[in-house]
Each structure stands twice: as C-alpha cells, then as structure tokens.
C-alpha cells in the first residue's frame, strides 16, 4: 500500500511537471508569434521609372569676326543674256557683335528702258549702307545667316533720252513713228530706304553663297525735264511709282581678322545608372 503510494505520488509530480513545461514552451512560443506579428512589414521597394535627368554643361565656341567681300552674280552675268543691261555689284560686311553686321553695297548699272512712249538709258553709280541682323543661331563651328536688315542707298545717274511717241488720241492712221532725241541729262540723283532679306550658306572654308531680297520706298528722284526716271541705278524699275523691288545672287569670301570665345550652356538627357 505505501509502495503504490509512494508510486502513485511520484506519477503525479512528473506529469505535474510536464504539464508546467509545456505551459512554458506554448507561452514562449505565443510570445515569439506575437512579437513576430508586431513587427512592421517590409514592402518590397518598386523599381523607380527611368527617367531623363538633365545635367548643365559647359562648351566653348569660338566665333570669328572678320571682313566680308562678295559679287553679285546675277548682275555680273545679266549682260551675257540681256542686250541692254550692262552692270557690276560689290558687296561687303564686318560682324559688329555675335548677331548684328555693318554691311554695303557699291554698284554701278547701264540699263535701256523701253516704254510705250519712250526710250531712254539710265547709266550711273550707286552706294547702300546699313545693317544686318542674323536670325539663325548656329552650331558649334557653323558660320551661316539667315538675315534681315535696313539699308539707305543713293544713286548718282544721267538720263538719254534716245527716243520717244508723241501720242495721238484718234490712230486713224496708225501710229506715228518714233522721233530719234538723243538728249543727255546729267547730274540726276536720287535716294531710298529698303529693307533687305538675306541668306548666306558657307559651303567651303571661308566661302558663303547668298541670296537676298529687298523692299525699297523711294525716299527722294530728281527727274529730268519732260519725262520720267523709268530706271535708277540700284534701286532698280519704279514702274511709275515709290516702290520697287530688287534681288541678288553673291558668292562671298571671309577674311578672318579676330577670334572671340563664348560659353554655351548645353543640356545632356543622360539615364540613371541601374
């Protein structure tokens, strides 16, 4: 009876004892769950975008100021088609700043008018000066212009009369032939305004091809007596009026005198590093 007891009393302090183990490891277990449910999530981090990140840099451009001569080609080569055109024109401009030219033109035309009424040669010399602004901003190491610009030009001339119709309102019997004048008229001038658009292309080392285009208001004409100036050197037709139209084909050669050194900001599209 002690024996089974002594044996019952044992049993029960074991099993007491296993009990208060397992009490303790599932505590221990609950608390290491929980502290693990406690603690902040870690969200996966999304790739970021690709994106264009743009850097500022630094390059420097030399440009060069110099002495611009050229030739109108179209005046220099009317007289091998035109018999009564004969004429030369020069032209000429000094880059003052990085977008303005001081520029000219000095020329000189013969050239016979013959109207419905009259015929008569316009020969003289003429002279234009102003400026011009360069509407093009170039690449590194290009020289080309896209042009507009104001000129005052002004023209010394002599009028021949060479021949001319007297009208007759009732051509009943056809019209009357023309009467031979040959009358010289010297010391004419006269004087203008224009507004010049232009284009100059480098297509070598320092050789520029051109096109222009001017707008001229007629500002002063002295005219001789009994008729009108039907032509003025450099100015070109007035077809009976103050306005008139002018153009030119030039090729140019560029006489470098100087060097100036700009600092162009550039932009650089450069993508992040993976």
């Given at each position: 009876m002690k024996h089974t007891l002594k044996y019952t009393f044992s049993l029960c302090f074991l099993l007491s004892m296993f009990l208060g183990y397992s009490q303790v490891v599932i505590k221990d277990t609950v608390t290491v769950r929980d502290l693990d449910d406690q603690k902040p999530k870690t969200e996966v981090a999304a790739k970021p975008a690709v994106k264009?990140?743009?850097?500022?840099?630094?390059?420097?451009?030399?440009?060069?100021?110099?002495?611009?001569?050229?030739v109108d080609l179209y005046k220099l080569t009317r007289g091998f088609y035109d018999k009564d055109y004969k004429g030369i024109e020069f032209t000429a401009d000094w880059r003052l700043t990085k977008k303005y030219y001081i520029a000219a033109e000095l020329g000189f035309?013969?050239?016979t008018t013959d109207d419905d009424r009259l015929n008569s040669t316009a020969t003289g010399t003429y002279i234009k000066g102003g400026f011009d602004y360069n509407l093009y901003d170039n690449w590194l190491d290009m020289e080309n212009l896209i042009t507009i610009g104001l000129r005052g030009g002004f023209s010394s001339f002599s009028q021949d009369l060479n021949s001319y119709k007297i009208y007759n309102p009732n051509p009943y019997w056809g019209e009357q032939p023309?009467?031979?004048?040959?009358?010289?008229?010297?010391?004419l001038s006269a004087a203008w305004l224009e507004v010049a658009l232009g284009v100059k292309a480098k297509v070598f080392n320092n050789i520029f091809v051109g096109f222009g285009v001017q707008l001229k208001l007629l500002a002063m004409n002295n005219k001789p007596s009994g008729f009108d100036n039907l032509y003025i050197p450099g100015f070109n037709r007035t077809y009976d009026g103050s306005f008139g139209v002018g153009f030119n084909y030039t090729v140019s050669y560029f006489i470098p005198i100087y060097k100036k050194k700009t600092i162009v900001p550039e932009i650089i599209n450069q993508a992040p590093k993976k």
């Open positions: 264009e990140i743009k850097k500022d840099s630094i390059s420097i451009k030399t440009d060069r100021y110099g002495l611009r001569v050229g035309e013969d050239k023309a009467i031979a004048a040959n009358q010289k008229y010297n010391g």
